[in-house]
């Protein structure tokens, strides 16, 4: 009985493992994961709360983005950079996956349509700015109308060493976003950031008010990267 379930449960993990791999090929084109990157994965679909802490360029985005495109719902990406979230819109839209931003570069009108379409179930994600998430208007009027309707299946707090007044760039609008919790708690809330000391880890888990979260910290060791020491002669600078 017991091989009996341990072949069982083999079965069942490859199966999962080959229903992720195939959203991978078809998100990105890759055909395996990055180092952490399935354990980061898994963890989101298990609807759990995540602190992960990868490197720049570690591929931090596709942890909530392939969750996102394999659930019911809508991700809802919280971002302190316009110029980050634009970035992250073009690269979902050029593999034809439907995602948005609203933040300040848009008129009303933009707005208007970019939140109608939102509540239409349009987008798979939505990047927002902390200031445009957390406007009263928008968490009682479209915020509260997603959740009932289409469905949140995550809030992402991209760059979240922004809620740590420990970290080397504070924002004080990323404090108030523990609401999103005590206004939603069924949502899972997945912070992501590529620099955190420990201290500034404890403290996003305090902040956001993360449950039992999954923490997962990568290696930053960067095999590509490296020193290398030359002698310098007189000729060196011409």
Same mark, same amino acid.
């Given at each position: 009985? *017991? /091989? #009996?379930?341990? %072949?069982?449960?083999?079965?069942?993990?490859?199966? %999962? #493992?080959?229903?992720?791999?195939?959203?991978? @090929?078809?998100?990105?084109?890759?055909?395996?994961?990055?180092?952490?990157?399935?354990?980061?994965?898994?963890?989101?679909?298990? /609807?759990?709360?995540?602190?992960?802490?990868?490197?720049?360029?570690?591929?931090?985005?596709?942890? *909530?983005? =392939?969750?996102?495109?394999?659930?019911?719902?809508? +991700? =809802?990406?919280?971002? !302190?950079?316009?110029?980050?979230?634009?970035?992250?819109?073009?690269?979902?839209?050029?593999?034809?996956?439907?995602?948005? *931003?609203? @933040?300040?570069?848009?008129?009303?009108?933009?707005?208007?349509?970019?939140?109608?379409?939102?509540?239409?179930?349009?987008?798979?994600?939505?990047?927002?700015?902390?200031?445009?998430?957390?406007?009263?208007?928008?968490?009682?009027? !479209?915020?509260?109308?997603?959740?009932?309707?289409?469905?949140?299946?995550?809030?992402?707090?991209?760059?979240?060493?922004?809620?740590?007044?420990?970290?080397?760039?504070?924002?004080?609008?990323? %404090?108030?976003?523990?609401?999103?919790?005590?206004?939603?708690?069924?949502?899972?809330?997945?912070?992501? +950031?590529?620099?955190?000391?420990?201290?500034?880890?404890?403290?996003?888990?305090?902040?956001?008010?993360?449950?039992?979260?999954?923490?997962?910290?990568?290696?930053?060791?960067?095999? @590509? =990267? *490296?020193?290398?020491?030359?002698?310098?002669?007189?000729?060196?600078?011409?």
């Amino acid at each position: 009985l *017991f /091989r #009996h379930r341990a %072949r069982a449960r083999r079965r069942l993990a490859l199966r %999962r #493992h080959r229903i992720l791999l195939a959203g991978l @090929n078809g998100l990105v084109g890759f055909d395996r994961f990055r180092p952490g990157q399935e354990a980061i994965v898994r963890d989101v679909l298990s /609807r759990r709360d995540v602190l992960a802490l990868m490197p720049t360029g570690g591929g931090k985005s596709l942890c *909530f983005q =392939l969750p996102a495109l394999l659930q019911p719902g809508v +991700t =809802l990406v919280v971002s !302190p950079l316009i110029a980050l979230m634009q970035d992250q819109v073009r690269q979902l839209q050029n593999n034809g996956i439907p995602a948005a *931003f609203i @933040n300040s570069s848009l008129d009303a009108a933009d707005i208007r349509s970019r939140t109608q379409a939102l509540l239409r179930g349009e987008y798979k994600l939505l990047y927002l700015a902390p200031e445009r998430l957390l406007l009263q208007e928008f968490l009682e009027g !479209p915020l509260n109308r997603l959740h009932s309707g289409i469905g949140i299946n995550a809030f992402v707090i991209d760059e979240a060493h922004c809620v740590s007044e420990w970290g080397h760039d504070f924002r004080t609008e990323y %404090r108030q976003l523990a609401r999103l919790r005590r206004r939603h708690p069924e949502v899972p809330l997945l912070a992501f +950031t590529a620099t955190a000391t420990a201290r500034v880890r404890s403290d996003i888990i305090a902040q956001l008010e993360l449950r039992d979260p999954a923490v997962h910290v990568a290696s930053f060791n960067r095999p @590509n =990267l *490296f020193y290398r020491v030359r002698p310098k002669d007189k000729s060196s600078y011409r």
